[in-house]
């Protein structure tokens, strides 16, 4: 069985289109989103009709929730609040709706899916390195949590002494030890690498691989562009930053 993790797609159809493309040729048996699926880009209802179709799970990310009429928009930097504004006028309403519908995290034993964090799925905390990761640990029995949010791939293990940030390749699962997995993003990657990233996770043999996909980053800024958002939102596509 090979699932397919995918997250912050951040309405970039042409990063969309290039992961999914590579989850087809790499023979995924179903694909999983972990939230985010609009805000920064210039394509959030194609997107969000395509993660429909091909999605079996979607989970809800900030950026969904601010787009679709809560809260979170007042917390946003001004170019992330523009970008959630402009999504919100656009989005149809039947996406916005499939948005507002949208669970915040799901358990599927062994694992545990959410956006954000176990601790708080709804706080939105940022889980960057292995402190802000240790203490989390104590939120999930699962033996693995997958995440998204930061935009950076990451794998943090919890062994009996304490937890170790691991390089984000590939890995098979200790099973001894439980592990918190952050996926990457597919449309607005910020680990200075600027190609989609998901991962594959197999069963049973508990293994998982990080994939980078190039993609046409030129025609995804152009939509930005064309839309007026922040200038800075399509320049950063290219540097992955
Ligand atoms: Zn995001």
């Not at 545990?112 to 640990?137: G, M």
Request: hydrophobic share 40%.
């Amino acid at each position: 069985m090979k699932t397919a993790l995918i997250s912050d797609v951040h309405a970039n159809l042409e990063a969309l289109e290039a992961v999914l493309q590579a989850v087809d040729q790499r023979g995924a048996d179903r694909i999983l989103c972990l939230g985010d699926v609009v805000g920064y880009g210039g394509s959030p209802n194609e997107c969000l009709n395509l993660i429909r179709k091909r999605c079996q799970l979607v989970l809800l990310g900030n950026h969904d929730s601010a787009a679709s009429g809560g809260p979170e928009i007042s917390r946003f930097n001004p170019n992330a609040k523009a970008a959630a504004l402009w999504t919100s006028k656009v989005l149809t309403s039947q996406n916005r709706d499939y948005l507002r519908a949208l669970t915040l995290s799901q358990r599927r034993e062994p694992y545990l899916f959410v956006h954000a964090s176990p601790a708080a799925p709804r706080d939105w905390e940022y889980i960057f390195d292995r402190f802000d990761a240790e203490p989390q640990f104590q939120f999930f029995t699962e033996r693995a949590c997958f995440i998204g949010h930061t935009h950076q791939p990451a794998i943090f293990e919890r062994t009996v002494t304490g937890c170790e940030s691991l390089p984000p390749t590939t890995l098979r699962f200790d099973p001894l030890y439980r592990y918190i997995v952050n996926v990457g993003s597919v449309g607005q990657p910020r680990d200075h690498d600027p190609r989609a990233c998901f991962v594959l996770l197999e069963e049973p043999a508990a293994s998982i691989d990080f994939v980078r996909v190039p993609y046409d980053i030129e025609a995804a800024q152009e939509k930005i562009r064309l839309q007026n958002l922040p200038p800075v939102l399509a320049a950063r596509l290219a540097s992955g930053e």
